[in-house]
């Protein structure tokens, strides 16, 4: 643990302007903080030697910007010009990209100092990431229980205060949940909110960029720095600049907030459907009103989520061909001979069921009887979705239905994997933004977060509503680096 993770980015910010303390201390700090907690699992490649010498360099501090010289993690899909690019996969285990991802450029710009790349599941397919080539990151609440995924490392990495900042991407609930199991406030933004150019993409119509922080209002101003609309993402938005943290503070009294009743069903472990009514009662006396609602096609999400994403992700990962980059098998003697073992040795057996099942789907009359229909669905739930915000500002429930659990547990089952993320899919799928709030603790002391979910590019509206939330609760997320479960 960081001996700056008690400080806020205010407080830091502070210290750089008054020189009590400088960037090369804040960096030099992070990387002890990394060895003291190595065993969590969090990074698979860092970036210390280059980190130091810009920390070193970054002496002239920019008073304006609370961003300057704060450490940040990476995760390990989105590219970073000359810094090992993994995707937590054996096929990428020497790949150092020669371009930087927007968001990375964005993020230079501020020059914030990428400390490494976090650990996450394998071509961040999964919701423990247990796929890792690299082993699994640990739960630093308890590093027997898992991270959840796929951002688990970039979760680990904020949750055990090694650093302030984190960027995750999420496709179905990637940011999200492992910020319900690690007690990180996490985001996924609108579509097209952030450039996915330099992302290593799983399914292109479900990934996005997001951020992951120890609270609102720093969650808030990161977002600030990472939108923006990008030539280079032919899905990237349009949109005037804005800041986020505008509404943080404001009061919530008539706010209307909805709860679709399958977000509280009987899928959801009780312990957290009781810390959510805390909540709900605490939103009610303060003046909101909360009434709830139904979404059409919730029930049916995973499954359509799993023909979609497993349908685009075979179709992205056919480039990995052992030819143009990436992991080669040596000595085939034919083009398809190297091609089928590059890809049967190079990628992980869930990476790899993945493919088939989406190359099946995908196959002939399957695509219009599958992948079409889907789709078609799809824009209904949105459009269920969108009626609702006609009516409520904010839309809540559960991240999770479950608090992490085992890492031993239900390692053989395919589709738990894709059940721990039945309350977020659908945001994915519905284009939204969504937020990940710590709301408490079960009774192992395991975090329970709140999902929070706005209309498109209200992403403002959603921190409001966290933060008033966060200062009620006022929290003790102070996880001592998984210390004291060892």
């Known amino acids: 643990m960081s001996k700056y993770s008690k400080l806020s980015i205010l407080e830091i910010h502070e210290k750089l302007v008054k020189r009590e303390i400088t960037v090369l201390d804040l960096v030099t700090d992070t990387f002890e903080a990394i060895r003291e907690s190595s065993n969590l699992n969090a990074f698979i490649t860092l970036n210390e030697e280059a980190a130091l010498e810009e920390a ?3 002496t002239d501090i920019d008073e304006d910007d609370l961003l300057y010289g704060i450490p940040i993690a990476v995760k390990d899909n989105i590219c970073t010009k000359g810094l090992r690019t993994t995707c937590a996969s054996h096929m990428l285990d020497s790949f150092v990209p020669i371009y930087d991802a927007t968001v990375v450029e964005q993020i230079k710009k501020h020059h914030m100092v990428i400390v490494g790349k976090t650990n996450m599941d394998e071509f961040a397919m999964g919701s423990t990431s247990r796929t890792s080539y690299f082993g699994a990151p640990l739960n630093p609440w308890n590093p027997d229980r898992i991270s959840g995924g796929s951002s688990g490392g970039s979760a680990v990495s904020v949750a055990a205060g090694v650093v302030p900042f984190a960027l995750g991407s999420d496709t179905g609930g990637s940011i999200r949940q492992p910020g319900s199991y690690c007690a990180v406030v996490g985001m996924k933004p609108t579509y097209g909110r952030v450039s996915r150019y330099g992302l290593i993409a799983f399914a292109s119509s479900l990934d996005q960029i997001g951020p992951m922080s120890r609270n609102v209002y720093e969650n808030a101003l990161l977002l600030n720095a990472l939108v923006g609309y990008d030539e280079h993402d032919l899905t990237s938005a349009k949109k005037d600049e804005e800041d986020f943290t505008r509404l943080i503070g404001k009061d919530i009294k008539g706010m209307k907030i909805a709860i679709p009743n399958y977000f509280v069903s009987d899928i959801v472990n009780p312990e957290i459907l009781e810390k959510l009514n805390q909540v709900v009662d605490l939103l009610k006396s303060c003046g909101a009103e909360v009434s709830y609602i139904d979404i059409d096609y919730l029930e049916q999400a995973v499954t359509l989520y799993q023909i979609i994403a497993m349908g685009e992700a075979s179709s992205n990962l056919a480039r990995f061909d052992g030819l143009r980059y990436g992991y080669s098998h040596p000595n085939s003697t034919s083009l398809e001979e ?21 190359s099946y789907l995908l196959s002939g009359e399957n695509a219009v009887k599958y992948y079409d229909k889907a789709m078609k669905i799809r824009q209904s739930m949105r459009d269920s979705f969108l009626q609702a915000f006609q009516q409520y500002d904010l839309i809540i429930g559960p991240t999770t239905t479950t608090v992490a659990y085992s890492q031993s547990e239900s390692l053989d089952d395919p589709r738990k994997s894709f059940m721990d993320d039945v309350l977020v899919i659908p945001v994915n799928m519905a284009g939204l933004p969504g937020l990940n709030l710590p709301i408490g603790f079960d009774h ?12 498109d590019f209200e992403e403002a509206k959603i921190y409001q509503l966290a933060s008033f939330i966060e200062k009620k609760l006022n929290l003790d997320l102070d996880s001592k680096g998984g210390q004291h479960h060892e």
Not at 338 to 358: C, D, P
Not at 444 to 455: R, S
């Open 56 to 58: 070193a360099h970054l």
């Open 338 to 358: 190297l091609y089928a073992k590059t890809r049967a040795e190079g990628f992980g057996s869930e990476v790899k069921r993945r493919i088939m099942v989406g």
């Open 444 to 455: 192992d002391h395991m975090p329970i977060g709140m999902h929070i979910i706005g209309n």
